[in-house]
């Protein structure tokens, strides 16, 4: 009995294709988010809002800093929330009083008009500063405690 492996009758395959392979193997074995326009999710999040169908707490982060935003995106997204971000104030702003969030974060952006069109909002809104304000996350701040943070405003 021959222990020699049966040969090969097909074109063997050529180093792109190889590589190509290995690129795809490496991910598959990551976690895939495929990437979503912001006005897409807002859609999405707006029909599934009070239907029971998110567990998955929603946040809205109104940074202008588009690296910023991504990261928080990112790195609260692997902490079990889902992230939408806005890098106009304005345009966040409204879409914080229109849409239904379990929590919003603004950098430096104005919390009042917020508030006073969303009461119920109140205790979920927190400003990301730069400057020493009460009640406020200073930059720069510590990710476990805006993790807390978090955690405490939507439980």
């Not at 590589?19 to 326009?37: M, N, S, V």
């Not at 912001?38 to 029909?47: F, I, K, S």
């Not at 692997?78 to 304005?90: C, Q």
């Not at 008009?113 to 996350?137: F, H, K, Q, W």
């Amino acid at each position: 009995m021959s222990s020699r492996a049966p040969e090969w009758s097909g074109t063997p395959w050529d180093d792109d294709e190889v590589t190509g392979i290995h690129r795809a193997i490496g991910l598959l074995r990551r976690p895939f988010t495929p990437p979503l326009d912001d006005r897409l999710l807002l859609r999405c999040v707006d029909a599934l809002a009070g239907s029971g169908a998110i567990e998955t707490p929603v946040v809205l982060v109104i940074d202008d800093d588009e690296m910023h935003g991504e990261t928080l995106r990112r790195w609260l997204g692997r902490r079990g929330f889902a992230v939408v971000v806005n890098r106009s104030h304005s345009d966040g702003i409204r879409e914080a009083i229109a849409g239904q969030w379990d929590a919003v974060l603004l950098d430096g952006a104005d919390v009042t008009r917020i508030t006073d069109a969303r009461p119920d909002l109140a205790s979920r809104v927190l400003l990301v500063t730069a400057s020493d304000v009460e009640g406020a996350l200073v930059k720069p701040f510590s990710p476990r405690d805006l993790l807390d943070w978090l955690r405490q405003t939507v439980d």
